[in-house]
């Protein structure tokens, strides 16, 4: 057997937007027989705080005293289920819920222990041995153990049987389908946990830390319905028509948020008026703000891709698609993306694990360009088409197209751009007539085998509705690469073979990334402690609530 450590390792490229805080304190007076969140008198603090030696601070208390956040978000579900959904509200509110066996560490896809203290892998892959904490208690004060985890589980696996989720999101999308890479499920003692596998497959124990394998004890409701508990940081206390409660399901430290209240928000208006009557704390939309102050962002999971139709010429000399890149100005690319995304340089989005950092990718050099076009051969009047989606939302890819056109004319390749609904974009590029496209794609699960195979792969360039490399960018040199990097369960020589794939990739180009989504949130001064995480799962465990909200003052986006 082969252990894997529990290893942390330092986030490759965290974004630096993650802290808040730091803003400046206000002094309070508190009213004759006023008492804090905790019931006591101010005492002594109050003292000083009249004479002007420390700020005095009364957190935003909840009618039962408890320090609450109130976070809006564009949609709050009417029953979490953490295994219904791959990302939004529920993934998100699920994460503060639900624990799962290994989780994030900081702001990036590394792992670190969760409900499992360790873990080992057979010689041949296939079996995965989980040693579980022997301290957890769901929210209940039941303890949680082996058999938990394997109800949970198989929950997941057959969704026939009763309490299975509808619908069955997480698990086929993550693990191939249903029942996928996993033949078997084991509990060979209270505390042991183990998955037999098909076939080895390296990016199970980064999609476990996904909130939808969070391990529930699923149970019949009093309406009829399946009740879920979980044993993370918070337990559901109240949820109803756009509102969920959370109840912190430990004691907290310090100033450490208590109560979490997730409000749908049904856009920026109302998120504003919230702020200015001192109603909201935190508001996560799903763009930018229209207003920048008290605003964080850091690069998502969501890239957008310059793909071209590598069977036809000239797009199959690899010099073309060099020189296409090489005419690629970043700062045009920029401008056009106005605050809802940023230009991509390298094959992964920074924050997931396995990204190389390499020179850029867009050249924004002109006469590079023009040279390696003249190489590739070129002909002349090669006027390409280059097929647009018509999408609404804080991308507009009508402008990026255009940025495209400027930078390419620069270039001497002047293109036509065509702009067609994403059902055409989708089924053109899936049977190969086009000549470039800008489509998007996600890195799901937070593993770079999830994003970097399916597109760059043979296995993916059949045409037709189940086509995912678009480009039909075949190379067996990096088939080989990628495979083994899905296969072998040691972190370190994955992280290597990544490495060789994307140098291979930043050569051959068989598809271009041009930007990555950012991921927003407004907080108001008063509330810190909230590190944006690039899957948009963020953990609100770290908030700490260290200023009420002012009804009407300038705190607000």
Known sequence: MMEQDPYRRAPLAPPAAGETGGTARRFLVYKRGMRS???????????????????????PCAADGRREVRVGLPSVPAVLDPATALSGPTALISRQVFDTLVRYHGGGTDLEPGLAT????????????????????????????????????ERLRFPDRPQAPNPDVVWPALLRGLPGVVKELQAPDARTFQMI??????????????????????SAGPDGGTQL???????????????IVLDAARPVVGNRVERLVFVE????????????????????????????????????????????????????????????????????????????????????????????EGPPLLGGNREAARRLLAAGGVPKGFTPTLLVPDLP?????????????????????????????????RALTQAGDYDMALVEASVEGGDPHLFLYPLSTTEGATKGPHALNVSFYRNPRL???????????????????????????????????VYVRLRWAVVRPGVSGLRLHPTGLHQLDTLSV????????????
């Open 37 to 59: 969140c905790h019931g006591r008198a101010p005492g002594l603090v109050f003292l000083l705080a009249l004479l002007g030696l420390v700020p005095l601070l009364v957190t």
């Open 118 to 153: 360790r873990w080992t892998i057979s010689a041949d892959g296939l079996t995965w041995t989980f040693t579980l904490r022997d301290d957890v208690t769901f929210h209940d004060g039941t303890p949680l153990g082996a058999r938990d985890v394997l109800a949970s589980f």
């Open 197 to 218: 596998l098909v076939q080895p497959y390296a990016p199970l124990l980064t999609v476990l830390a996904h909130p939808g394998f969070g391990v529930v004890r699923a």
């Open 229 to 243: 508990m979980g044993s993370g940081p918070f337990r559901v206390a109240e949820s109803g028509a756009g509102r």
């Open 265 to 356: 928000m049904a856009d920026e208006a109302e998120a504003e008026a919230a702020f200015e009557a001192g109603t909201l704390d935190v508001w996560l939309p799903e763009g930018p703000p229209r207003r920048p102050e008290n605003a964080l962002s850091t690069p998502g999971t969501r890239v957008g891709l310059l793909v071209w139709q590598t069977e036809k010429e000239p797009f199959a000399r690899k010099k073309v698609r060099q020189g296409l890149a090489a005419a690629l100005d970043p700062i045009l690319i920029g401008a056009s993306l106005g605050q809802g995304a940023v230009p991509l340089q390298s094959f992964l989005p920074p924050g997931i694990w396995g990204r190389r």
């Open 393 to 425: 939302g804080p991308v507009n890819p009508s402008q990026v197209a255009e940025s495209i056109a400027t930078a390419l004319a620069g270039a001497n390749v002047p293109i036509v751009t065509r702009v067609e609904p994403l059902d055409t974009v």
């Open 479 to 513: 088939d080989d690469l990628l495979i083994r990097a899905s296969q072998l369960a040691f972190r370190p020589e994955r992280q290597h073979l990544y490495s060789r794939a994307q140098a291979l990739m930043a050569e051959e180009l068989p598809w271009l990334p």
């Open 546 to 557: 260290d200023q009420p909200a002012a009804g009407g003052s300038k705190a607000n986006p």
